[in-house]
């Protein structure tokens, strides 16, 4: 008894102190991110340098995200590794935005007024090569915080180097700073190549591991089962929209798409700060909502959109032409009239919409439905007893696929309560 005691009170206390540290770098973090958006409203009217990838301040949603989510799991799940490592990307994201901002303002916006910004400079030109390690390991480790098996572990062994090589590279090479082109790199080592010359050295390793944590991810989710397997649907549904949102945001704003460059960095931003909490959802609460349905609305309203936009804007052009050959203007009548075609074509569409991708990617409830409608059809004209029995347990072995199955009427004539098994054939 009091060795199981002493066991209670060391858990407790290691409990109270992973979520007080937990809590630490939550509020660090947070700490971080409001002293960085501060530098940058006092900044907001100086230019920044051209070629930044996003919006100024993206990186705040990134350390709000992966700082709450990794504090609300540390605290619940500290034996996880995965809170922890998205404590760490959150601070990685805190200290890019403090010195990116704080540079700013010391070179750029008020040049000697704050001491340090040089290399400030400098920190905020390489801190995010170690923000690719964590998220690594969260694709190795995610959700259980174990690897698939054993033979992953040289993949993990070799992450830390490939990243330490990639800081070593960037922080010491000659040459001016990435956003900060006016300056030179305070610390560039003499003699030292250039980021530009070996970048293939450090980055094609590096991508090659980070490719097959991704991978590991992906043979986790073909044998995952039951839980994990849920769990793993949520990140890949989040991480999804990532790939979608990229090529939007890899039109170059000098080739004129200004426009759809600046939204596609948009969405790709909203859609990498989705996948920490659809993560947190996995392991805190996935099972308060049913991935498989939200995944099914997704499918299904994300093709209505895009084809309902086809059918309205191809219609409009359509009936503008006509106008034009016919009246030598356009008439806003062709808006109205593609408008009550959308209303007409909206409920056929979704019908449509929703069977390809039952028929496609959820096979047995497509199967199911239509052997449920063949049943009803089957039966409606049939008076025999035993004949609608059979259909009704073949139906049901078809649709439902029961480990056993067994039919119970009651005889008319018999007394409510008595009840007689005339059919039992399916173990």
Not at 53 to 68: D, Q
Not at 80 to 89: E, H, K, S, T, Y
Request: a positive charge; one cysteine or more; proline letters at 6%.
């Amino acid at each position: 008894m009091i060795g199981l005691k002493a066991e209670r009170t060391n858990s407790t206390s290691r409990s109270r102190i992973a979520a007080w540290l937990a809590w630490s770098i939550w509020v660090l973090s947070l700490a971080l991110t409001a002293a960085g958006l501060a530098l940058l409203l006092a900044t907001r009217s100086t230019p920044f340098p051209s070629g930044a990838w996003g919006f100024r301040g993206f990186t705040a949603i990134f350390t709000v995200t992966f700082s709450t989510v990794g504090w609300l799991i540390a605290r619940r799940h500290p034996q996880n590794p995965i809170g922890w490592l998205f404590g760490a990307i959150g601070l990685l994201f805190g200290l890019q935005l403090v010195g990116q901002e704080y540079a700013v303002y010391a070179i750029l916006a008020q040049p000697g007024s704050l001491p340090g910004g040089e290399f400030m400079a400098w920190v905020q030109n390489w801190i995010w090569i170690p923000g690719f390690l964590p998220i690594c390991y969260i694709f190795l480790l995610f959700p259980n915080g174990r690897l698939v098996s054993q033979r992953w572990r040289i993949v993990a062994w070799l992450i830390a180097p490939s990243v330490s090589l990639g800081i070593v590279v960037v922080a010491l090479a000659p040459g001016r700073l990435g956003n900060f082109p006016v300056i030179d790199n305070p610390f560039a080592v003499s003699g030292f190549p250039r980021e530009t010359d070996v970048f293939f050295l450090w980055a094609m390793p590096f991508l090659g591991l980070f490719v097959a944590s991704a991978i590991s991810l992906m043979l986790r989710f073909r044998r995952a089962t039951g839980e994990e397997r849920q769990q793993l649907k949520w990140l890949a549904y989040a991480a999804a929209f990532l790939p979608l949102s990229l090529v939007p945001a890899s039109f170059i704003p000098a080739a004129g798409f200004a426009v759809i460059a600046e939204v596609g960095q948009g969405l790709a931003i909203a859609a990498a700060a989705s996948i920490p909490v659809a993560i947190g959802i996995a392991i805190l609460k996935y099972r308060l909502y049913d991935i498989d349905l939200i995944i099914n609305r997704t499918l299904v309203y994300g093709g209505l959109t895009i084809a309902s936009a086809t059918v309205y804007f191809a219609s409009v052009a359509v009936l503008q032409a006509g106008f034009r050959a016919i009246t030598g203007q356009d008439s806003p009548l062709a808006v109205v009239l593609s408008t009550l075609a959308l209303a007409a074509l909206f409920s056929p569409l979704r019908v449509r919409i929703q069977s390809a991708i039952d028929r496609r990617f959820y096979r047995s409830k497509y199967d199911a439905s239509r052997i449920l409608s063949a049943f009803g059809a089957n039966v409606r004209d049939e008076v025999e007893v035993s004949r609608l029995s059979a259909s009704l347990m073949e139906a049901a072995v078809q649709a439902m696929q029961p480990t056993t199955l067994s039919l119970w009427l009651r005889d008319s004539g018999e007394p409510l309560g008595r009840e007689s098994r005339i059919r039992s054939s399916h173990p």
